[in-house]
């Protein structure tokens, strides 16, 4: 994973609450097997809407989203994820995340900073009155800027510290591997295993 | 030190204790006992493991289905949907590569994967079940701790059969007295999260308890364990109790002889200490409790089926409002609408949420000797093959056909929409499934979510109805109050 310490770019606002996964990325675009190339598949159904936000520019090269809250609902897909990084998002600010995505975030490296929806009000206003102005989100200091708004935001310091570092999870997992070859020894034995099968 | 029931089966899976505090804590690295795998959130994981060149960890603790891209009709023929077919074979290659025990379509064990788990037996108290899904909750019913996950978790506990997990908050949600007769679980839920909000049970493990949750059948908590994601939470449980156990008994991988005394011994101790506290308590009244509807585009959005469409002036805060007018838009709605006098063009029974036996039978005890409003279609999808053989063994095929549903075959079908079971634009429907997100069901469909008795009531009133709204049926047909 790629590290991230801080990132400015432009920001673009979309008032919605509850923006849930279906609507990041339809369920028809989930039947691919590849990892990227789902930046067609974003907002898909918002997007045939000329007036939809990012059909505009400069907001159509926008790199940090800021959402309302329980952004990421719904489904595990971490597609919704991928799309996002596909199409240039490298950070999505908003109130409250729902914990799947919050967690498929952090494994791929997009940042999801929470932010207190009174500053992602007073962001949301700066970027419609002066369309095209950057943000930027400080992962070291944990603070958003935007023109002259200066914001705290929330990350979990575990998730903060893997995106510094651009830390591969399975790699840090396996370093324990002998603690998870002593803890299946004390496995009961009446739990089920799925082989060999037993069909009804 | 007292302990709830998600703190137990959380720290008896704990194979290396968190850090602490700081920087670069790492949490709770914790042992998954059953994995469970379908085609859609899998391929990109078993690609991981190649391209890191890591070995699957415990195939034996694995198990894939198809289910959220096969098609419901004509199952004996090439997919038509090429992605889709390409998808599916992927899942075959991988499986037997790795090893993985796969139940494709056209096995008597294919279906839903939160169906086919529970219905072998693998699912069982006081396990750590995942699945790259997020319906994965519906496995807590068993006490189980079960949570969604993403890809980049599935490789992860593909590659180590763990997950490093962080603290979670527990909520209590107490659910006191007995529903009236065409109530049921699933108004319970959606209750629930009408109450608390999509967002209500964010970082919590949800514990339903009280006398109406003890009441009810496996299927039943089933569905309200399965519908704790849509509150946003962590993960929901039941405590395992005597109708655990028999749900549990002589099902394929449930535990025998000593075995199953030693694991009944155990899941004995699987119950909240009397002493010990939850973070937040939720009540709610079984006794007044009515069928329950959603009228917008999140499953938050829902009010008693006896109310009128709100209006956004009912709502304080201003997302909320927001929420509500672009809700109704998409739903095609007038704020003060009785909810009965909405008609919708299709009904679902089907999905997670409400596929399982106790779910048709109870539709079909609605709809026997009656006819069906010949403006509705109405699909029957069964969550598994395993249960579409029994409604057949129990003559339920018949009931439905005579009716004037579809009786098809096991999947997510028109839950999601990935096979061709979708909606058109416009297209309204009474939905047993979990979601009634925009374009969930297919592009510009409006989904209601309800109960399987209200579905039926709808198929046959061609309104949003509950079976109580229903003239007496010819050969009476007795309402189920145990129904799911």
Redesign the interface.
Known sequence: MEKFTTHTGIGVPL????V?T??II???Y??????TGFEDALFS?WRKDPSFILNQEPFNAGSVLVA???FG???????A?WALKDYGFKAVLSS?F???FR??SG??GLLAAQVA?DDIELIWKELENAPGTQVTVDLTSKTVVCGNIVAPFEI???T??RLL?GLD??G???Q??S??TA??AT?????????P???? | MAKTLAEKVWDAHVVRKGDGEGANAQPDLLFIDLHLVHEVTSPQAFEGLRLAGRKLRRADLTIATEDHNTPTLDIDKPIADLTSRTQIQTLRNNCAEFGVRLHSLGDAEQGIVHVVGPQLGLTQPGMTVVCGDSHTSTHGAFGALAMGIGTSEVEHVMATQTLSLKPFKTMAINVEGTLRPGVTAKDIILAVIAKIGTGGGQGYVLEYRGSAIRALSMDARMTICNMSIEAGARAGMVAPDETTYAYMKGRPHAPQGADWDAAVEYWNTLRTDDDATFDVQVDLDANTLEPFVTWGTNPGQGVSLSEAVPSPEDFGDENAKAAAERALQYMGLEAGTPMKDIRVDTVFLGSCTNSRMEDLRAAADIIRGRQKDPNIRMLVVPGSARVRLEAEAEGLDKVFKDFGAEWRFAGCSMCLGMNPDQLDVGERCASTSNRNFEGRQGKGGRTHLVSPVVAAATAIRGTLSSPSDLDPAPESAAIRTDAA
Not at chain 1, 73 to 79: A, D, K, L, N
């Open positions: 008032r919605q609450s509850n849930d279906d609507q339809p369920a028809v989930l039947k691919r097997i590849t990892r159904a309302g809250p329980d609902t719904g489904s595990s897909r971490e597609h994820v409250r729902a914990d799947i967690g498929n494994k791929q929806q979990d310091d575990y903060r510290w570092e999870d399975i840090l997992t396996l324990h591997e603690d998870i803890y299946e496995r009961p034995a009446f739990l089920p295993k799925t082989l099968a037993r069909l009804s």
